[in-house]
């Protein structure tokens, strides 16, 4: 299966797999030559991303995605940026209906200042098949079922 991408900005790049056997496609950073983004992030003249302690902001990809129905985009961290940089994914699904320039919802959860470089990979997508279902509201509690766990969740069987 191809999912078409479509390059909203020259200098952006495509979604890559470093390895053929990869479950994420790499997702770079591409300036959208808007100077004006959430405080506390900063558009630098060169294109840079400054990014503050603690801050949460979104990234252009300069790219938009076909998603397959009955599919989403996942976006997910990258495992050296997360682990060295403390730069974290936020809550990032593409729908198959948006058609949209897709963002990546960055958090900084360093001490320091984190610059993102134009080009430089930001995040992975995984393109993951999905069920919908639809909701049928109940008027008794039929989901108490008396089961082992019950209401146990957050850690109630321990750490060991």
Known sequence: MNIKVYRIRDNAKLPVRAHETDAGMDL????????SFQV????????????SPGASCLLPTG??????????LEIKN???IASKR????GACVVDSGYDGEVYVNLHNTSAETQTIEPGEKIAQA???PIVTCGIEEVYEDLLNTGSERATGGFGSTGLL
């Open 126 to 128: 995984v393109l993951t």
């Open 63 to 72: 790219i938009k995605v076909e998603v397959p129905e009955n599919h989403m």
């Open 40 to 51: 506390p992030c900063v558009v630098k003249v060169d294109g840079s991303y400054a990014l």
């Open 86 to 89: 403390q730069l974290l994914v």
């Open 28 to 35: 770079f950073y591409c300036p959208d030559n808007v100077t």
């Open 78 to 80: 990258k495992s050296g």
